[in-house]
């Protein structure tokens, strides 16, 4: 047998398996752990071409994935101006004044709806200093985005529209679009005249994107949509992807037998470092939008409607998905969206335990949470949403939910203790991509959901780690540092488990290592 290509020595190795759970060296060949030990191991392992690697002291944990990323869509989506720091609508008038026209447009993303005070979301508080130039900012939810007049006009959108998805193109009393488009179908009208960066652009971009998240320890991502699939396996050709990159493509309301072939089709289609994996769904849209189903509607009256328009059409979808063997991930914001995705899984029988997940869980009674444990469906969340919100319950987010079911909001402690599976991730570009900060908010939520329990620090390294593995299926070959995993490692300086959380945030990352490739090295 070869030598190790990779030795990593003078750690406190954290392993995450019950049968050895710490060491202080670990030996990787063919991207695989070849090889979990102490120092005194090392002489035996090293071969003639062995790079060793002394981590002086540093803590090696499993690597770290983001449950939830766009890290491809992403590209497109975080493009223009970033206005994320906007905190009112006086400071977006300013941003709008300055930002850099892209082909005469203002183009913006990372909007959040409290920078609009309260006020419904309208192209008339903005154009007086767009001087004419036609603009789309996308709101920082994903769902939603904001088209001034002449954006509007150049795609020919004059009035509301009927779409097989619960999206809208929100009219005044007159019929006359305000520029609010609400949910991707409603987006989409203006995709065919919105400045988009070239495929040049996207592909170094991407590149760069991918070094930048495994410069923050991640070795990983699951990314819920289809991604560019010609994109990224050009970029997988020519060089290693620094982080190893799951897709679950979209099934969409209005899916027919076609589509759904299509989407079976696609499953293990990869190369290096990436591959499809799943199918994702959206049963409904975002709270700040609207379109959160919910079992009673939100104070302005809305959220009542899930976003396919006929709920059965998509449990439909999803069992004829299931009985092909593909594993399903389904958006799922409200009360009602994640208690009608829990019922779509409970028909399908035992067979159905440990095959799906639902994605966000924004709030949800008390009656749900043992479901995911009782049912084998993974929670997939996003602690660092938590910083939309507000504490005083003044946010966007809070006010429409009101008290009772802003008090349930992210309830990760709560699903931990009833025994379910949690993953966690950051949803790039929604929140940062840093993983020590999805570790650091998942012990200490803030906003409205900072009154509850966080996790405890082994709790949210398992988070990215084991319970990432066990919503992918994984956990045969990933989450745990031992031999015939996979060479996925993160060193960080500082303990990830027992660090204050604020402290953990900010720990340098001294190595990561994807499939036995070094793709970060920190000082």
């Not at 003639?48 to 994935?65: D, F, I």
């Not at 001087?131 to 009035?159: I, Q």
């Amino acid at each position: 047998m070869s030598s190790p290509a990779l030795i990593l020595t003078g750690a406190e190795v954290r392993t995450l398996d019950p049968a050895r759970p710490y060491a202080t060296a670990v030996a990787v060949r063919d991207g695989v752990i070849a090889a979990v030990g102490d120092e005194a191991d090392v002489r035996d392992w090293r071969g003639p071409g062995t790079e060793v690697v002394s981590l002086r002291g540093a803590h090696l944990v499993p690597g770290l994935v983001d449950a939830h990323s766009h890290p491809v869509w992403g590209l497109e989506m975080a493009s223009g101006a970033d206005l994320s720091g906007v905190t009112d609508l006086a400071g977006l008038k300013a941003a709008l004044a300055r930002a850099e026209r892209i082909d005469g447009w203002v183009v913006g993303h990372g909007l959040d709806h409290n920078a609009f005070e309260g006020r419904p979301v309208d192209r008339a508080l903005i154009e007086d200093v767009l001087d004419g130039a036609p603009a789309f900012l996308r709101l920082y939810d994903g769902h939603s985005a904001l088209a001034s007049g002449a954006a509007l006009d150049a795609a020919g959108v004059t009035g509301p529209r009927t779409f097989a998805q619960r999206a809208q193109v929100v009219c005044d009393a007159d019929g006359h679009p305000t520029g609010h488009l609400v949910e991707h179908a409603a987006m989409d009208l203006l995709a065919g005249v919105v400045p988009r960066p070239s495929y040049a652009a996207r592909r170094a971009r991407l590149v760069e994107l991918l070094s930048e998240m495994a410069a923050t320890g991640l070795t990983g991502a699951h990314v819920m949509d289809g991604g560019d699939e010609e994109l990224v396996a050009s970029v997988a050709r020519e060089t290693v992807l620094p982080v190893r990159l799951r897709f679950a493509p979209w099934c969409m309301p209005g899916v027919d037998e076609a589509g759904l072939r299509e989407l079976v089709g696609a499953q293990g289609r990869g190369g290096r470092h990436w591959q499809v994996g799943g199918v994702k769904f959206f049963m409904d849209g975002t709270v700040e939008g609207g379109t959160a189903w919910l079992e009673h509607a939100d104070c302005h009256g809305q959220g009542t409607e899930a976003f396919w328009p006929d709920p059965e059409a998509y449990a439909a979808a999803v069992r004829h998905l299931h009985a092909a063997g593909v594993r399903t991930a389904t958006h799922a914001i409200g009360d009602a969206a994640v208690r009608h995705a829990l019922d779509v899984v409970a028909g399908l029988g035992p067979d159905g335990r440990h095959r799906h997940r639902i994605e966000h869980i924004e709030t949800a009674p008390d009656d749900l949470l043992p479901r995911f444990a009782e049912l084998g469906v993974a929670a997939s969340m996003q602690p660092p949403h938590t910083a939309y919100t507000r504490a005083d319950g003044s946010d966007e987010w809070s006010r429409r939910l009101g008290t009772a079911r802003a008090a349930h909001a992210w309830r990760l402690r709560d699903l931990r203790d009833a025994g379910a599976t949690v993953a966690l991730g950051s949803d790039w570009p929604i929140a940062h991509y840093d993983a020590r900060a999805v570790l650091a908010t998942a012990r200490a939520p803030r906003g409205a959901a900072s009154a509850r329990a966080g996790l405890t620090g082994l709790e949210a390294l398992e988070g990215c780690t084991t319970h990432a593995a066990q919503a992918a299926g994984e956990s045969a070959t990933a989450g745990r540092i031992t031999p015939g995993h996979r060479a996925d490692l993160t060193a960080l300086a500082m303990d990830p488990v027992n660090t204050p959380p604020d402290e953990l945030a900010q720990a340098p990352v001294r190595l990561t290592v994807t499939g036995g490739h070094v793709t970060h090295r920190g000082g």
